[in-house]
């Protein structure tokens, strides 16, 4: 049985993305919008972890954080916030909450986190098929996500942590189009623009280090995103 998550966030398009990358993980979560409407949702659904948003309406995470423990005191509770001052972090942290991640965040921080703390409150960690891939083999070149390297037919790789995680994205929709957007909220948090700079610069080391595979092919689609062809 997977692990079930508690994901507490007012920001549809946000929640969406985050919620579809933890169901992508193994786990199985409920998306809660209203800060009043968290505590119904915690006792129906029992969680094994909350992912918490400060800001909501109604009633804000440090509240709810706090009417969390009252109830379950060994319930792991991680804040994702754009508040980055050092009393929010201070206040997250004295008002319940076991991990403050600040706004933009990555998709994979976000997850390696989380199952920090489910192993630090002794619940199991998530198993079964749904587990993405460490290693990606595509044309003649593999991708190790874990080691963060990238081998082609001319040398071995060491990538950044971002770019591990595009080359990733792209090659699992190769083929097909990886929307900017998409990529930029999971891996950046943030599609404003200087994470699409960010981005570009990037995608300009990994074409260069693909360059010298014929069978190949990065397409920047204008305003769109990119194909990956092998």
Partial sequence: MSLKVLYVEDEP??????????????YTVQVVGDGNLVMDAY????????????MLPSKDGYTLAKELKTVQPDLPVIFLSAKVLTEDVVKGFKSGGNDYLK?????????????????????????????????????????DTVQQ????????????????ALLEMMIIRKNDVLERQEALIKIWGDDNYYNTRSMDVFMTHIRKLLKDEPDMQIMNLRSIGYKLIC
């Avoid at 998709?107 to 587990?131: C, K, N, Q, S, Y």
């Fill in 43 to 54: 006792a129906s659904f029992l969680p094994d972890i909350c992912v918490l948003d400060i």
């Fill in 149 to 164: 390297k990238l081998k082609t037919s001319s040398g071995e790789y060491a990538l950044s942590f971002k770019e591990s």
């Fill in 13 to 26: 398009f946000l929640s969406h993305i985050v919620s579809d990358g933890l169901k992508s993980s193994g």
């Fill in 103 to 143: 706004k933009p965040f990555s998709m994979e921080e976000l997850l390696v986190r989380m199952e920090a703390l489910l192993h630090r409150f002794g619940r199991a960690a998530v198993t079964g098929p749904e587990i993405q891939n460490t290693i990606y083999h595509f044309g003649s070149c593999q991708l």
